[in-house]
């Protein structure tokens, strides 16, 4: 699923590096494996917080989840989201792997609210160029 971004195109998007890149660029949720010990951790790190151990996959989650928590911002922290506010951001446990949330804003909620054990799925803004690397999908939930 595309869709515009939830907020506004001129919020900069996350700086993208050989740890995070499959997570903002492949279009799917990409959760990171710790080839040493099979750990999955989100976000992504340069090393494991359970072995200390730096080689990684990168496997696909589950594309469903449920909200566990989530909130609404009022105060714009960046110029470009002086008129986006009120707007939210929510925690959403993915079904598979276990244990493992993910950060994003919901979209198409009623007046941009949110309710904890809401069921969710992943989608991705439309790709968003950037001169000389591989264009960044936002990650956007969308009630089921
Ligand atoms: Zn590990």
Redesign the pocket.
Known sequence: MKSQRYLPDALPVPEVNDVNRAFFTSGEIRIQT??????VQHPPLEL??????FAFDYIAGQSSGTVCSYTIVHHPTHSALADAVPYNVVIVELDQPPGVRVIGNLVGGIENRAEIGQRVVAGWTTPIEREGQAPVQLLQWHPI
């Open positions: 710790c080839q040493a010990c099979g750990s494991c917080c359970t072995c200390g151990g």
